[in-house]
């Protein structure tokens, strides 16, 4: 399959292989959990605004539909206010839901109670410890941001690992990434030639930080071609890599 630069890269591995849990040694979350708790309501809204998500929403809809089993256990890692989790406790399958901002956690809480469904659970944890799971626990598990918000290599893998290990032998991970050069083009667009420096930077780094309060923070853009290394590496077997918006990012509304 082809890896193309977009903004937002739905990639869906299988897993092959089990790895062991090590415990985190730091917390590089807290200006995520600050980000996502300050953004609260707009967040659950953000993938119905057709500025914003309307695309990658309707392109993950797709996806899931066509890949995820018919029926089982799924872990929905970063699920935030629990837009996918709703979708997936509609259709049947059992659901937990996890996320390191207790804001959004809460939202998910109401508007699983207003939708008349329910997850098995909703927990508020951080993706490199899975430890309140077992082995082999899912058979699918959505990763729609972690991997992404995670800068360390270090980290990165061991969220991965952690992942591998509470699927299914042969289970799905359906996983985003964010990429290098269309995240920089969004920036140019915006800030123009003043930003040039900072996207060399990003260019050369792949490590985005925006300090600025209520701005979107702490991501690693990867290059198209490491995306599939990544995974391998950690024991998955690529199933599918997608763009779940590619240059409609930029044009949305229209």
């Known amino acids: 399959p082809r890896l193309a630069p977009h903004a937002l890269l739905p990639i869906v591995f299988r897993g092959r292989a089990k790895g062991g849990r090590e415990a985190p040694a730091r917390d590089p979350t807290g200006p995520v959990r600050a980000y996502y708790d300050a953004r609260g309501e707009s967040e659950w809204h953000r993938l119905d605004n057709p500025y914003e998500g309307a695309v990658e929403q309707e392109l993950h809809r797709r996806a899931f539909e066509e890949l995820l089993p018919p029926a089982g256990?799924?872990?929905?890692?970063?699920?935030?206010?629990?837009?996918?989790t709703i979708w997936l406790a509609r259709r049947g399958y059992r659901v937990v839901l996890a996320d390191l901002s207790p804001r959004l956690l809460a939202i998910a809480s109401r508007e699983l109670a207003e939708a008349g469904?329910?997850?098995?659970?909703?927990?508020?944890?951080?993706?490199?410890d899975l430890g309140s799971f077992?082995?082999?626990?899912?058979?699918?598990?959505?990763?729609?941001?972690?991997?992404?918000?995670?800068?360390?290599l270090d980290d990165r893998q061991q969220a991965a690992r952690e992942t591998l290990r509470?699927?299914?032998p042969g289970g799905l991970i359906l996983a985003t990434v964010m990429t290098r050069y269309s995240w920089l083009l969004g920036v140019l667009l915006e800030g123009g030639s003043a930003r040039l420096p900072e996207v060399l930077g990003l260019v050369e780094e792949g490590v985005y930080r925006n300090d600025e309060p209520g701005r979107f923070t702490e991501a690693y853009l990867y290059r198209a071609e490491e995306v599939v290394p990544f995974f391998a590496g950690i024991g998955f077997e690529m199933v599918r890599v997608m763009a779940s918006q590619g240059i409609l990012n930029q044009v949305q509304e229209e």
């Open 117 to 128: 469904v329910e997850a098995e659970a909703v927990l508020e944890l951080d993706a490199r």
């Open 134 to 152: 077992a082995a082999g626990d899912f058979d699918a598990v959505l990763a729609l941001g972690p991997l992404y918000h995670l800068v360390e």
């Open 73 to 84: 256990r799924v872990l929905d890692l970063g699920g935030g206010p629990g837009k996918w």
């Open 166 to 168: 509470v699927l299914r």
